[in-house]
């Protein structure tokens, strides 16, 4: 696919997932295909529709008042343009890891969000209330590897290199461990590292947010073999403790933060910290590590409680800290 293809494209994606209300074809064509023909924006468009389809972008076909004969529009909606949990072993992991940090280094972010801006604004129809900015949250890549520990253990495991770390279970002291790292999995929202525990002979699962620091090599690269076949995820599924629901009450920016409304049990408009529009969002999760979530908005979400969770975000941000 050439560049400016896949360029076209991620602005055609970005332009109908901005947008609340369906979005003519003129103003696409306006926006996308400047001085093209009749013909070749009617042949462009429908190929880039299509191909978005293939690639599973739900683009919808409609109109926004039924009582008016209106020409049929286009729109992505935010809540079906979403991936289920995705699990990586190790040399998955590192490599999503090294395209989410040029993504972000490259200012492709940044790009991605200035396109959306462009876009939405196009048109003498778009207002505030037309767009949704913060739906391109579906588009950028986050992982939410949060952990300062979660790199190291990434490269120690695609280089096959022992560790010795710190690690404190609640109510205990930290206790150095010993790893033959396998590969680090995502579950029920939390980051686990497995490998080969060398101080008791046995698989082990060690979850990142326990990890003091981060992990000290204890032998060369190459210096062990992972097990042919195995699992890290069915390793994870069977050794890591099952997770408690979390009852949560959150400050959440108004248009952020949409994965976390998509579980809200309540989402009232509340005064805020701020001079911008706020909501009151309740939920209770079983399945995500609602620290790491609050932490992946950035300002737009804050935690009014339990008291825990927003301990929790305070010490990940203070081990983040330089």
């Known amino acids: ?97 090294v395209a989410t940090r040029v993504w972000d280094h490259a200012g492709l972010a940044q790009a991605a969000g200035q396109a959306g801006r462009k876009l939405a604004a196009d048109g003498p129809d778009s207002t505030d209330d037309s767009v949704d900015l913060g739906a391109l949250d579906l588009v950028l890549p986050r992982l939410g590897a949060d952990e300062p520990s979660y790199e190291a253990f990434i490269d120690a495991a695609w280089t096959r290199t022992p560790v010795a770390f710190d690690y404190r279970r609640i109510g205990q002291e930290p206790v150095e461990r010993h790893l033959e790292p396998w590969g680090v999995v995502r579950s029920s929202g939390r980051w686990y590292v497995v490998g080969l525990d060398t101080d008791r002979g046995e698989e082990r699962v060690f979850r990142l947010s326990r990890v003091i620091g981060e992990p000290r090599p204890t032998g060369e690269p190459g210096s062990y073999a992972r097990p042919a076949g195995v699992d890290a995820g069915d390793i994870v599924r069977r050794l890591a403790p099952p997770v408690a629901p979390i009852e949560a009450t959150l400050l959440v920016r108004r248009g952020t933060g949409h994965a976390l409304r998509r579980h809200a049990q309540v989402t009232e408009g509340v005064d805020g910290p701020t001079d911008d529009r706020w909501d009151r969002v309740v939920l209770s999760q079983t399945s995500n590590d609602l620290a790491a979530e609050v932490l992946s908005h950035g300002p737009d979400v804050l935690v009014v409680e339990p008291a825990e969770l927003r301990d929790e975000v305070v010490r990940r941000l203070t081990e983040a800290a330089p």
């Open 1 to 97: 696919m050439s560049a400016a293809k896949s360029e076209r494209l991620m602005n055609l994606l970005i332009m109908l997932l901005v947008q609340k209300r369906y979005v003519g074809k003129e103003k696409i064509r306006a926006a996308l295909y400047p001085d093209t023909s009749d013909e070749a924006f009617e042949k462009m468009f429908e190929r880039d529709k299509e191909e978005l389809r293939s690639l599973g972008v739900p683009v919808e076909v409609g109109t926004d008042d039924a009582f008016f004969d209106d020409e049929p529009g286009y729109r992505i909606p935010p809540d079906q343009f979403q991936l289920p949990e995705v699990n990586l072993d190790a040399d998955e992991a590192a490599v999503v890891s």
